[in-house]
C-alpha cells in the first residue's frame, strides 16, 4: 500500500550505517513509525525531509504493518527556529509532548495544526518565548482532554475573587474552597492570567497567540501552564529540562 501524506518529524534515530527511523505526525495516519532509508548518505534526496521539525509532503509504502518514506518534497523547514537554539529547543519539546500524548496510528486532527502553528509562531512572529510556550501547553491539553474548569469556583460556582487553580484536578477554585476542591497543588491566578487562560482554550486556533499580559501576569501564566501540563501527563520531558538551561542567565567572569 502506499499512501501520500503530510508529515512533520517529531524524532528522529540513527539506524544501521545510513538511515534514519522516524517518528512522524501526518496528515492521513496520524503517529507512525517509518524506516528512511538512506536518508544520511549525502546528498540523498530524503535527507533534508528527514531531520526534526521539517513538514514534508511524504510518499509512504506499508509492507507488513511497517512502513518506509519512498519520496519526500520539503514544505516549511522553519529556518529562524533551527539558527536560533532555544527556539529550536522549544519546538524539540512541542514534539516531544505530542509524542507522548498521541499514541502509534491514533488521529492528530486538532494537534498537528497547534505544533504546526506554535512552531509559525517560533519562526516567524516577535512574541515572548513564554508567551508560545504557554499557550501551546494550556491549548494541548485542553485538545489532548485535560482542558481546565476556569468558568468558575468548582465548589461554590462562584467567581473567585482570589482563583486558584488545582493542577491536579484541573479545577478553580476560591481559596476558602481548598480543601473540598481535593488533593493536589493549587497555584494562584490574578484575574488578566484568568482570563488569558480561558482565551487560550476557546479561541479560534489561528488566533492563539491574539492576547497580550505584562511581564508579572505572562511569568505567571507561564509557571501555571507547565505545572498543569507536567502534572496532568505525570512525567517530566528533557527537552524541557534543556530548555530551561539555556534559560538560566551564564556569569561572565572578567580577569
Request: charge should be negative; include cysteine; charged fraction near 25%.
Amino acid at each position: 500500500m502506499h499512501v501520500t501524506t503530510k508529515a512533520i518529524v517529531l524524532r528522529e534515530a540513527a539506524y544501521k550505517e545510513s538511515d534514519k527511523i522516524l517518528t512522524l505526525l501526518t496528515e492521513e495516519l496520524g503517529k507512525i513509525t517509518v524506516h528512511a532509508r538512506g536518508c544520511r548518505k549525502k546528498g540523498n534526496g530524503l535527507s533534508a525531509a528527514c531531520q526534526m521539525l521539517v513538514w514534508s509532503e511524504m510518499t509512504l509504502s506499508e509492507f507488513r504493518g511497517r512502513w518506509t518514506v519512498t519520496e519526500a518534497a520539503v514544505e516549511l523547514e522553519f529556518r529562524r527556529l533551527r539558527s536560533d537554539l532555544d527556539r529550536l529547543a522549544l519546538g524539540a519539546y512541542f514534539a516531544d509532548v505530542l509524542d507522548s500524548i498521541v499514541q502509534e496510528e491514533s488521529p492528530a486532527d486538532d494537534l498537528l495544526p497547534l505544533l504546526l502553528n506554535c512552531l509559525y509562531a517560533l519562526d516567524t512572529l516577535d512574541r515572548p518565548l513564554e508567551q508560545i510556550k504557554a499557550a501551546f501547553e494550556v491549548r494541548c491539553m485542553s485538545l489532548a482532554g485535560f482542558e481546565p474548569l476556569l468558568d468558575g469556583c468548582a465548589i461554590c460556582g462562584r467567581m473567585p475573587e482570589q482563583p486558584r487553580l488545582n493542577l491536579t484536578q484541573g479545577i478553580l477554585h476560591c481559596p476558602a474552597c481548598k480543601e473540598e476542591a481535593g488533593e493536589g497543588i493549587s497555584m494562584p491566578l490574578s484575574p488578566e492570567t484568568l482570563r488569558a487562560m480561558n482565551y487560550i482554550v476557546n479561541c479560534p486556533g489561528k488566533k492563539l497567540l491574539s492576547f497580550r499580559l505584562g511581564k508579572k501576569e505572562l511569568a505567571q501564566l507561564a509557571d501555571v501552564s507547565e505545572a498543569y501540563l507536567l502534572t496532568q501527563l505525570e512525567r517530566g520531558f528533557r527537552t524541557l529540562d534543556y530548555y530551561k538551561e539555556l534559560q538560566v542567565p551564564k556569569t561572565v567572569f572578567s580577569s
